[in-house]
């Protein structure tokens, strides 16, 4: 966690002795690397060149700076899953200003932050959550007497890359929905010159927080990334294809509204308006908390939190897709669901159409991203 | 020796950004100033949308409290639209916040609040066995045992050793106000770290009925988790299992770990019970319904209002008597910056005027300083939250809360006065939250027993369609949130949001002076009797803050009535 561990990795410590002193059997981090390796998309095979570059990292400083935000993003990743083993991982970090949890204020913190700045010069991880005001000369936002943007420019100077975490900081979140009325933007609309990933989500999964920054460490460079900058291996798959109640929709077996027949037999929320086909998350496959659950296994549509604007392209949350205000599009998805509903076609020979006609549509970091169009039926934000 | 003007910002260990400015003299605060310093602009966000949507905007006010906005919301709806939730749903949701109460008490005593009283460097010098012989006094933790304690301490000695203190940076240690022993210290050092696996492990609930913490979902009409004990996908007995389980971890932790330690480390601050009483007045709105909102006699935690200390009355709670005054805050009102507005009348119309950034200066010396507004009940101001809930609990004659507070009264040997203080505050969110710990056992036998007599249903579907609705239609939602009493006021028409306006809990306690001169809680409480030995250090003021547990995103919102600018978002299509 991003707590002092009970178990402290010290100076001049390797990873490997960290974990001895810790009594972790190493086929147990070995194990664990190999998941991490195919969480991060890079094949099992790989789990020896995670291990040793876990094995040989010193903990680098991470300075995480919360602006206009709700605070969501850090609880998030106070939840993040492997108690043990992740409490390991992000006390591969030294978490050198959090205002969360930090213990002091005031002048006191501003000059922890300073210091660790200045130490690292060049070196640190820098994690954003929250937007930056920027109308009014950007006085929405103050912290310890200087502008959200302020903070931000000052931080990002000399960090190695940036990790925008959460809606906020992806694209301006709730309060940058219309009309934005304190002009809220996201970290790449002001930091042109660093390398931005961003966790999208309101929150992201902790999870996906905690995968990125062990990419980080292990090939010293962030994950491959979409056009928005969100990590392939967190967001390469749209929910729609990887739902668990997605049978249900190739079926034509709708809920047509909550607690009816259908909810109570776990069908497919399209018809109250799910945002799964138009959503790339790694919902389904991380799920949150542990992996008790997520939020279509747990009978509400999903409101396509990690998609850019989704505030005002997502909306209302349970209008169908083609009635949603960003979209106009999704007319196969939509065609084929409603004469699936209406029983026009069934069982098997549906399901051979379907996965016909909707393939899956797994992104490629080199091939630009179609815009959504009548044919594509995507949007991507 | 001469009046010190101090600043104290950011105010760390919080949710949002909150500034403190004091004025110090002789070692003690003579006066204090609390300053929002961030603004958002929600509820304009929400005008024009569907009201069944904005329990997931209001949600995103807050990402600790991460239900009590999205529930507020519903209500709201229901209450405009003549919703009545199933009782089922009404279930859960006691459940999914009850849950939430739990952890986020918790969380807050050990991470966001111990530090003010638990020195960590002196946990080093702690005897173990010394410690453990404490710790089993006082509990039957099982790791209260001195090879854990001891394994805690060889730890924390490396962490220390090692130079990258992280969060502990910056960290006042070695203050004079610091007065546990070490082996106190330590017990708490190691419950620190237990909570936080406890705590990601009890919020699975949320993940059950909402899919996901933070964040969980809600549903205008009931709750969107369907019920098949036939089915796999929905909630089911495995589910009823894991919940089960759920509810017993929270109970064993809370009655054996937090309660005990709040009681012992209580008994060494007894002074902090004549310290930060500040404003005299006590508000709840009441919370969690046995079966209807709008039977507010039938509320768990009652509804009231506690008047100038005096516990022997309870006066009667009437939304219709709230109102906001901007006085001291950054905002306009068409009638004129003295007229106070009941919040369906609200307008929110920020016009900053303080110093240019960055700032060098005092906001002490501005006649407007934050962007809180300052709600007044009946002209009064008032203090919200756990403690304000546990007096108007006792004053009402409520059982279980009485027995609890005079239970931990007796134990450190003080009078009902002393719960009028910093250390009243804190100790009782503690109460609270035994509470509900036995009673969340309460809540799943209630929801068992209903689906055992075949009551399944979990959602109102009446007027789920916007063409049933009244072409106009105003609701309140209230709810008694972890840090105090909230209310949403929604306003409909044509199957719209027309005005929207919150008034909650950190609103309340961090408001700033109005007209009168009135001080907000936080600005009261630090002026009442409250020593600063050293303001370079100042540990005593994050004591008194941190016992309100502030939620500074919560509190700061704007209402545009007259929609004034409506500037273009940029849609990435």
Redesign the interface.
């Known amino acids: 966690m991003l707590t002092p561990s009970a178990y402290p990795w010290v100076e001049g410590e390797s990873l490997g002795q960290h974990l001895d002193e810790r009594g972790i059997p190493r086929r147990d981090f070995l194990e664990y690397c190999g998941s991490l390796a195919v969480m991060l998309g890079i094949g099992s095979a790989a789990a020896p060149k995670v291990a040793s570059a876990l094995e040989s990292q010193k903990r680098p400083s991470v300075v995480w700076l919360q602006l206009q935000e709700c605070t969501g993003c850090v609880e998030s990743v106070l939840r993040t899953e492997s108690p043990t083993i992740g409490d390991l991982l992000l006390d591969v970090i030294s978490l050198d200003y959090n205002h969360t949890l930090m213990a002091g204020a005031g002048k006191a913190v501003e000059k922890a932050k300073a210091d660790a700045m200045a130490a690292n010069k060049g070196k640190y991880l820098l994690v954003v959550s929250g937007s930056i005001p920027t109308k009014d000369n950007d006085i929405y936002t103050m912290i310890g007497g200087k502008t959200a943007r302020q903070q931000l420019e000052e931080a990002a100077e000399g960090c190695a890359a940036i990790i925008a975490l959460g809606a906020c900081a992806h694209w301006g979140g709730v309060q940058g929905a219309r009309p934005n009325p304190t002009g809220a933007v996201g970290v790449r609309d002001i930091i042109k010159n660093k390398p931005i990933l961003v966790c999208a989500g309101c929150p992201p999964t902790g999870d996906t927080v905690t995968a990125t920054v062990v990419h980080f460490l292990t090939f010293g460079a962030l994950p491959e990334m979409d056009r928005e900058g969100r990590p392939l291996f967190a967001y390469g798959e749209r929910i729609h294809d990887q739902c668990s109640r997605r049978a249900h929709f190739d079926a034509g077996q709708f809920v047509d509204t909550f607690d009816d027949k259908g909810a109570r037999e776990g069908w497919c929320l399209y018809q109250v308006g799910c945002k799964g086909p138009a959503t790339f998350s790694p919902c389904p496959i991380f799920k949150w908390n542990t992996r008790t659950s997520w939020p279509i296994e747990a009978g509400h549509p999903c409101i396509g939190c990690t998609e850019p604007y989704f505030w005002d392209t997502m909306t209302p949350f349970y209008g169908r897709l083609p009635d949603v205000a960003g979209f106009g599009i999704e007319k196969r998805v939509d065609t084929i669901g409603l004469s699936l509903a209406l029983g026009a076609a069934a069982g098997v020979a549906a399901h051979a159409t379907m996965t016909v006609l909707h393939q899956i549509k797994r992104r490629k970091a080199t091939e630009q991203v179609p815009e959504a169009t009548e044919d594509e039926g995507v949007n991507n934000g | 020796m001469a009046k010190t003007k101090l600043?104290?910002?950011?105010?760390?260990?919080?949710?949002?950004?909150l500034?403190i400015e004091a004025q110090s003299e002789n070692g003690k605060i003579s006066q204090a100033w609390a300053s929002a310093?961030?603004?958002?602009?929600?509820e304009?966000?929400l005008q024009g949308?569907?009201p069944?949507?904005a329990w997931?905007?209001t949600q995103?006010?807050?990402?600790?409290c991460?239900t009590v906005h999205a529930i507020a919301s519903c209500r709201a709806v229901e209450d405009a639209l003549g919703i009545k939730i199933p009782h089922n749903a009404n279930t859960i949701r006691n459940l999914v916040h009850g849950m939430q109460y739990i952890q986020d008490h918790v969380i807050h005593f050990y991470?966001?609040h111990a530090?003010d009283w638990v020195d960590?460097v002196s946990a080093l010098s702690a005897d173990p066995s010394k410690a453990a012989a404490i710790g089993k006094s006082i509990s039957p933790w099982p790791n209260n045992d001195e090879a854990h304690l001891r394994?805690?301490q060889q730890?924390?000695k490396?962490?220390v050793?090692?130079?990258?203190?992280?969060?502990?940076?910056?960290?006042?240690w070695g203050h004079p106000a610091y007065k546990l022993p070490p082996e106190v210290n330590l017990l708490a050092v190691s419950h620190?770290?237990e909570a936080?696996?406890w705590?990601?492990?009890v919020?699975?609930l949320?993940?059950?009925?909402?899919?996901?913490?933070?964040?969980p979902?809600f549903?205008v009409?009931?709750m969107?988790?369907?019920?098949?004990l036939s089915?796999?996908?929905?909630f089911n007995a495995e589910r009823i299992a894991?919940i089960n389980g759920m509810i017993k971890r929270a109970k064993d932790f809370v009655e054996q770990v937090y309660w005990p330690d709040l009681v012992a480390i209580a008994g060494f601050y007894k002074d902090w019970g004549s310290i930060g009483g500040g404003v005299p007045n006590h508000m709840a709105c009441g919370e969690f319904p046995e079966t209807d909102i709008n039977d507010t006699k039938g509320l768990y935690f009652p509804r009231g209002i506690i008047m100038n200390k005096d516990l022997s009355h309870v006066v009667e709670y009437d939304q219709k008597k709230v109102k906001e005054y901007i006085h001291s805050s950054w905002y306009d009102y068409s009638k004129g910056a003295e007229e106070g507005l009941h919040p369906y009348e609200g307008e929110t119309k920020?016009n900053?005027t303080?110093p240019?950034?960055?700032?060098?200066g005092y906001l002490q010396d501005e006649k407007k300083y934050s962007?809180m507004k300052s709600p007044r009940y009946e002209g009064k101001a008032m203090q919200v939250g756990p403690l304000s809930r546990m007096l108007v609990a006792y004053a009402s004659g409520h059982k279980d809360a009485k027995e609890l507070i005079t239970e931990a009264l007796k134990k450190l040997n003080v009078g009902p006065e002393v719960l009028f203080s910093t250390l009243g505050r804190t100790a009782a969110r503690g109460v609270e939250t035994v509470l509900l710990a036995h009673k969340m056992e309460g809540w799943m036998a209630d929801l068992t027993t209903h689906i055992k007599n075949g009551d399944?249903?979990?959602?109102t579907?009446d007027k789920?369609e916007p063409s049933s609705w009244p072409k106009k239609a105003e609701g309140y939602g209230y709810l008694d949130a972890p840090r105090g009493a909230l209310g949403h006021w929604v306003q409909i028409e044509d199957e719209k949001i027309k005005n929207y306006q919150c008034v909650v809990p950190s609103t309340w306690n961090a408001s700033p002076r109005d007209a009168q001169g009135q001080p907000g809680a936080y600005e009261a409480s630090l002026a009442d009797n409250h020593p600063l030995v050293d303001p370079?250090?100042?540990l005593e003021i994050?004591r008194t803050i941190h016992s309100f547990d502030p939620c500074l995103?919560c509190g700061v919102h704007?209402l545009?009535a007259e929609g004034n600018?409506?500037?273009?978002?940029?849609?990435?299509?």
């Open positions: 600043v104290v910002d950011p105010i760390t260990r919080i949710e949002g950004h500034r310093t961030q603004f958002r602009g929600i304009l966000v949308r569907d069944r949507d997931a905007f995103r006010i807050c990402g600790v991460t991470h966001l530090l960590v394994a805690v730890r924390v490396k962490f050793g090692s130079g990258q203190l992280g969060i502990f940076a910056g960290g006042y620190y770290l936080l696996d705590q990601r492990d919020i699975r949320h993940a059950i009925f909402g899919g996901k913490n933070p964040h979902n549903l009409g009931g969107a988790s369907a019920i098949n089915q796999a996908t929905t894991d920020p900053y303080g240019k950034a960055p700032w060098t962007w399944t249903a979990t959602f579907k789920w370079e250090r100042p994050l995103a704007v545009d600018e409506i500037s273009s978002v940029e849609v990435n299509t």
